[in-house]
């Protein structure tokens, strides 16, 4: 009789070391083979070291793997979020609780590789932040960061928000660019990322300065349908509802991001226009009437 031999039959270590080298998705699928490798699967530091490799920036904020267990702040930041998050739920988020600090976990990364990483923490409960127009600052240099010249419709952006308090996350980064344009006036290069939660936009933006194509500025902010500002009451609200959601994976959501972005614009030039038909229909009665006045004025002193 012939003897089998099973993935099994290898020493744990062995399998753990092996798990940590699969990506999440694989990892998961693995969890249901076996009784044993959904116990190595479970492993919390298999996770922690999962979200080490998809996060580089995560590496020197440990606070954030502590306030969210590693397994689960990969399913929530790797999937990308509903885009009726903030609708479903009226915006509440957890029973209207909005988040009292943010933390962001940026990643840039070029071609595949870590280029720059970033961990930022937004006080999100003063009056004045929610009042404000919503925008969170991850890299403002006077100077551009000192990289080599890259191209930059090759960048690939991570944002992933973090509530400490509700132990939830979520990622706001299309991953790869909806569009990439050149301001008007500096030069430079917008690399623009952004998911549509609610009716919103958050775009998050890459700046490259120009000629040199070095990374000068990374931002993150968000917009309504009409093109106007979101305070951080609503934008918190927006990002509290979608860490609640269900999350949406597959390698086609990384096009469907771009199709959601594309006709967020076309909607909203399609409302400007619309606004300025109505406004140019307003002006041209406002126009008549006041002709009609004057001329009424003229008749009545012509006859009188």
Not at 31 to 58: H, I, N, V
């Amino acid at each position: 009789m012939v003897a089998t031999t099973t993935i099994e039959d290898l020493h744990a270590d062995v399998l753990a070391r092996a798990l940590r080298r699969l990506d999440g998705r694989s990892l998961a699928a693995a969890s249901c083979a076996t009784a044993g490798l959904r116990a190595l699967a479970a492993d919390p530091e298999t996770w922690r070291a999962l979200c080490l490799a998809e996060w580089p920036s995560m590496a020197g904020h440990p606070r954030l793997l502590s306030v969210v267990p590693p397994r689960r702040l990969f399913a929530d930041a790797f999937p990308f979020p509903l885009p009726d998050a903030g609708e479903l739920g009226g915006g509440g988020g957890g029973g209207g609780l909005l988040p009292s600090e943010l933390v962001s976990a940026v990643d840039v990364y070029y071609r595949g590789a870590p280029l720059l990483s970033r961990v930022v923490e937004t006080p999100a409960s003063s009056p004045w932040f929610l009042g404000s127009p919503f925008r969170v600052e991850a890299v403002e240099c006077k100077k551009p960061a000192a990289e080599a010249a890259l191209s930059p419709a090759e960048l690939e952006l991570s944002w992933v928000v973090v509530d400490p308090a509700r132990g939830r996350a979520v990622n706001v980064s299309s991953r790869r660019a909806v569009a990439v344009d050149r301001h008007w006036y500096t030069g430079e290069t917008l690399v623009r990322f952004a998911v549509v939660l609610g009716g919103c936009k958050f775009e998050a933006t890459v700046t490259c300065s120009e000629g040199a194509g070095n990374i000068s500025e990374v931002s993150l902010a968000v917009q309504d349908a009409d093109g106007a500002a979101a305070s951080g009451e609503r934008s918190l609200r927006l990002l509290a509802a979608a860490m609640e959601e269900q999350r949406i994976g597959g390698e086609r959501e990384r096009d469907e991001a771009k199709r959601r972005y594309d006709e967020f614009v076309k909607s909203r030039k399609g409302r400007k226009e619309s606004k300025a038909r109505r406004e140019a229909l307003i002006d041209l009665c406002c126009s008549a009437a006041s002709a009609m006045a004057v001329l009424s004025f003229v008749a009545a002193v012509v006859l009188r």
